[in-house]
């Protein structure tokens, strides 16, 4: 996987487009000018989370000894799973907070952009190739910076696009994030036979 593959699954991960109604919803009781100062300081925190996961996952993995295959697999099991939930959405709220609350940590920076998903994928990359860690950090920062960039602009966005259009645009990532996940999929299985049992 090159280092622009890498960055698109991750950004389709994250899939900001998906959470800006639950951001937006979050926030809205807090004033604006607060607002962005919580959002940076909330996605702040996810980049250092999964900068974090990037460069200990493969510690992890080592521990465990799973295998470079076993990962791929899972891997692609876990995205093609996020993908079916991106293009059929489930009901029910994510938030959890009072509606004076202001959020720390929780729900904004995990799970809602440093989530399980986004998490067990940084995990997957550094096992596929530990030598090219620069890569897949340079991936995962272009990725978090669009997320953030829409984030931060997210009531203009809502604005421009209609409840419809993030429907429809978030679906869209889904059907493209299930061809990613089915291609690492198969290549872990091709991986494991190829090597032998």
Do not use: C
Not at 93 to 115: C, K, N, R, S, Y
Not at 162 to 186: D, K, T
């Amino acid at each position: 996987m090159d280092i622009w593959s890498a960055a698109i699954m991750l950004f389709l991960i994250m899939d900001p487009l998906g959470n800006l109604p639950v951001f937006m919803s979050v926030l809205k009781t807090i004033e604006p000018k607060r607002r962005r100062i919580v959002l940076a300081r909330e996605l702040l925190f996810s980049l250092a989370i999964m900068l974090l996961f990037l460069f200990s996952g493969q510690a992890v993995l080592d521990f465990l000894s799973v295998r470079q295959e076993t990962v791929s697999i899972a891997g692609g099991i876990i995205l093609f799973l996020i993908a079916i939930r991106m293009i059929f959405p489930q009901p029910g709220g994510v938030t959890g907070l009072d509606g004076e609350q202001e959020p720390f940590l929780v729900p904004l920076a995990i799970p809602m952009v440093a989530g399980p998903s986004i998490l067990a994928a940084l995990i997957l990359l550094a096992n596929q190739d530990p030598a090219r860690m620069t890569d897949w950090t340079i991936a995962l920062l272009s990725a978090w910076f669009i997320s953030a960039t829409i984030l931060m602009f997210s009531t203009a966005l809502h604005r421009i696009l209609g409840e419809r259009g993030l429907i429809a645009v978030e679906r869209l990532m889904g059907m493209i994030l299930i061809m990613i996940a089915i291609q690492m999929f198969l290549d872990g299985v091709g991986n494991y036979f190829s090597h032998g049992v």
